[in-house]
């Protein structure tokens, strides 16, 4: 019997916390000033600014890579090119 009233406890003292925590949530989300259709589009323009931003940056890093590959080649054709004209 002491094991019941303790799980009772236990399960009331939880069902407190879930029931304070939806009437937390209750002013944004039920009686908040944006529908859901809004937040779905503001969600949906966040992944687009995201992608695009994504997309950015593959670039920049592409052409990080190159401008790299850039400074070690330049030096070495200029290498062979003045050993072959030496020749």
């Known amino acids: 019997?002491?094991?019941?009233?303790?799980?009772?406890?236990?399960?009331?003292?939880?069902?407190?916390?879930?029931n304070q925590y939806l009437k937390d949530l209750e002013p944004a989300c039920v009686e908040g000033d944006s529908t859901y259709e809004?937040?779905?589009?503001a969600?949906?323009?966040e992944i687009?600014?995201?992608?695009?931003?994504?997309?950015i940056l593959q670039d920049a890093f592409?052409?990080?890579?190159?401008?790299?590959e850039?400074?070690?080649m330049l030096p070495q054709l200029q290498k062979t090119a003045g050993f072959l004209h030496s020749q």
């Open 1 to 18: 019997m002491e094991q019941l009233k303790k799980s009772k406890k236990h399960f009331s003292a939880e069902l407190e916390a879930v």
């Open 38 to 41: 809004d937040r779905k589009k």
């Open 43 to 45: 969600r949906a323009k």
């Open 48 to 55: 687009e600014a995201l992608k695009k931003a994504e997309s």
């Open 62 to 68: 592409k052409e990080k890579a190159k401008e790299e």
């Open 70 to 72: 850039n400074k070690f």
